[in-house]
């Protein structure tokens, strides 16, 4: 594996920044064997926000096809436990963005978790945003932590 490049490190950075100014304020870790560029948390919402910057990988890429597949199947634990989530991922082809959506919703499905709303940003040229949400499996979890935090005030 080679060094990430600096295109690369400055779109883990974009994502770092739109996970921040979503209110995903706490860094995480997803699972001991995945990853991402970028794991965040915002424990008021019990919301996770995944990113992953791409500079030479493209959809039909089997390694990263892997890698997102294991992405979501740890997302699912976190959505058992009440959480959303949202997997973004940064890459420099709009054209592209199709093949993107397409791999997230295929993992999600494969992980048996809901994808809620899907989107794609093109933010600049050569700089295109890609996400989908996912829902909790178990609404009621969430709310207890919701009436946790809140109580905790």
């Not at 990430?4 to 400055?10: A, G, I, N, R």
């Not at 990853?35 to 008021?44: A, G, I, S």
């Not at 994808?115 to 909790?136: A, F, K, N, R, S």
Request: proline content about 6%.
């Amino acid at each position: 594996m080679t060094a990430p490049s600096t295109l690369h490190e400055e779109r883990v950075a974009l994502l770092e920044a739109c996970a921040v100014l979503a209110g995903h304020l706490t860094p995480g870790r997803l699972a001991p064997d995945e990853y991402p560029d970028v794991v965040r948390l915002d424990l008021h919402r019990c919301s996770l926000f995944v990113g992953d910057a791409k500079a030479t990988e493209t959809p039909g890429c089997a390694a990263t096809r892997a890698r997102v597949h294991g992405y979501l199947r740890a997302i699912r634990a976190w959505t058992r436990d009440g959480f959303t989530a949202r997997v973004a991922l940064c890459h420099g082809r709009p054209d592209q963005a199709g093949g993107w959506t397409e791999l997230l919703q295929h993992a999600a499905r494969c992980a048996a978790i809901d994808v809620t709303h899907t989107g794609c940003d093109d933010l600049e040229p050569g700089t295109v945003v890609t996400w989908v949400d996912i829902g909790p499996t178990r609404p009621q979890v969430r709310r207890q932590i919701l009436d946790e935090v809140v109580a905790s005030r």
